[in-house]
């Protein structure tokens, strides 16, 4: 593609409007992509969707600062877009596009409960853009992908060995953590901590001569669970209070800790279920570690691709036009 374009910047150095008599500028080109231009209103446009997402993260100066920094970025990155389309012009990668495009606004239109398609343009009348302007923005994304797809994804090869690898080295990373499912039954001390303390001890004996912890939670619990049997439910083991951690240290399921001290009274825990701690077999984890490996394996693959369209392009940058 690369040539002199120069002579087709004559056709649209300026974009002017008449006003009264005279004429005004309302754009102006910041750099022309072999055969086409992009435009300040193109880049403004990319830097308002960019700073409507940074304002959910950054205020003030600091958004200001985000905005200032990405606006370089922001261009290279429509000369990329510009430049994977074109490509993909050129390699007719547009067959059956139309009807993908349909397709995709009728699958947000079901998804986000639009009325039809009626309604999904006035949404994207909102947001300042008309549903011919989107479906032509959807159109080019798709061809975009489907060359991306043909000549960076397809060239990736993932090896078993090196996706064994990685679940070797990133172990932890796929490890379970130990998990205690547990049942209470609290004691209120009312003010009377020995009271509750001896309450809390002839449950307990009870407990070990085989009276079920459910129904004696139901008659003497005081916490909120005891409509429930005591059961509060299912923990990582490394997230509990720590002293109900060490309290059940080394209990077994079924066993109970002796009663607990707490703010108000006693408690008395049983273990209902453990479940060790494990790492997830690679089987079961082998489709992640695969989309792992293909995105750290993609960026640099595609800007290779990116680099070689540009080399074989034509790209020219304006610093100012007035």
Same mark, same amino acid.
């Given at each position: 593609?690369?040539?002199?374009?120069?002579?087709?910047?004559?056709?649209?150095?300026?974009?002017?409007?008449?006003?009264?008599?005279?004429?005004?500028?309302?754009?102006?080109?910041?750099?022309?992509?072999?055969?086409?231009?992009?435009?300040?209103?193109?880049?403004?446009?990319?830097?308002?969707?960019?700073?409507?997402?940074?304002?959910?993260?950054?205020?003030?100066?600091?958004?200001?600062?985000?905005?200032?920094?990405?606006?370089?970025?922001?261009?290279?990155?429509?000369?990329?877009?510009?430049?994977?389309?074109?490509?993909?012009?050129?390699?007719?990668?547009?067959?059956?596009?139309?009807?993908?495009?349909?397709?995709?606004?009728?699958?947000?239109?079901?998804?986000?409960?639009?009325?039809?398609?009626?309604?999904?343009?006035?949404?994207?009348?909102?947001?300042?853009?008309?549903?011919?302007?989107?479906?032509?923005?959807?159109?080019?994304?798709?061809?975009?992908?489907?060359?991306?797809?043909?000549?960076?994804?397809?060239?990736? @090869? *993932?090896?078993?060995?090196? #996706?064994?690898? !990685?679940?070797? +080295?990133? =172990? &932890? %990373?796929?490890?379970?953590?130990?998990?205690? @499912? *547990?049942?209470?039954?609290? #004691?209120?001390? !009312?003010?009377? +901590?020995? =009271? &509750? %303390?001896?309450?809390?001890?002839?449950?307990?004996?009870?407990?070990?001569?085989?009276?079920?912890?459910?129904?004696?939670?139901?008659?003497?619990?005081?916490?909120?669970?005891?409509?429930?049997?005591?059961?509060?439910?299912?923990?990582?083991?490394?997230?509990?209070?720590?002293?109900?951690?060490?309290?059940?240290?080394?209990?077994?399921?079924?066993?109970?800790?002796?009663?607990?001290?707490?703010?108000?009274?006693?408690?008395?825990?049983?273990?209902?279920?453990?479940?060790?701690?494990?790492?997830?077999?690679?089987?079961?984890?082998?489709?992640?570690?695969?989309?792992?490996?293909?995105?750290?394996?993609?960026?640099?693959?595609?800007?290779?691709?990116?680099?070689?369209?540009?080399?074989?392009?034509?790209?020219?940058?304006?610093?100012?036009?007035?």
């Amino acid at each position: 593609m690369k040539g002199n374009f120069m002579k087709r910047l004559m056709l649209a150095v300026f974009l002017l409007t008449a006003c009264g008599a005279e004429a005004k500028i309302v754009d102006r080109i910041l750099v022309q992509v072999n055969d086409e231009i992009i435009t300040l209103s193109e880049l403004n446009r990319e830097m308002e969707l960019l700073r409507r997402e940074l304002a959910t993260k950054y205020t003030g100066e600091q958004l200001e600062a985000a905005m200032q920094n990405a606006e370089k970025q922001v261009l290279e990155n429509l000369i990329n877009e510009k430049l994977l389309y074109q490509k993909a012009v050129e390699l007719g990668f547009s067959a059956n596009v139309e009807s993908r495009v349909s397709a995709y606004i009728q699958q947000i239109i079901k998804e986000n409960g639009f009325k039809d398609t009626e309604e999904l343009s006035e949404v994207l009348e909102q947001q300042g853009i008309t549903l011919r302007e989107y479906r032509e923005q959807l159109r080019k994304r798709i061809m975009r992908d489907d060359l991306v797809n043909e000549f960076v994804g397809s060239r990736i @090869t *993932l090896l078993t060995p090196e #996706i064994e690898k !990685y679940y070797k +080295d990133h =172990a &932890a %990373e796929f490890a379970i953590p130990e998990e205690v @499912t *547990l049942s209470e039954i609290i #004691i209120s001390s !009312y003010g009377d +901590d020995s =009271a &509750a %303390e001896s309450r809390a001890l002839d449950i307990l004996d009870r407990i070990q001569k085989g009276e079920a912890f459910a129904a004696l939670a139901a008659q003497y619990s005081s916490g909120p669970t005891a409509n429930k049997g005591g059961s509060i439910g299912t923990y990582i083991v490394a997230k509990l209070n720590p002293d109900i951690a060490q309290a059940i240290a080394g209990l077994k399921e079924g066993e109970v800790t002796k009663p607990q001290k707490i703010k108000n009274g006693y408690a008395i825990y049983r273990v209902d279920k453990r479940k060790p701690s494990y790492i997830k077999p690679l089987e079961e984890v082998k489709d992640e570690i695969k989309n792992r490996l293909y995105e750290r394996k993609f960026a640099p693959e595609l800007q290779r691709y990116l680099n070689q369209l540009r080399e074989d392009a034509y790209i020219q940058y304006f610093d100012e036009i007035k």
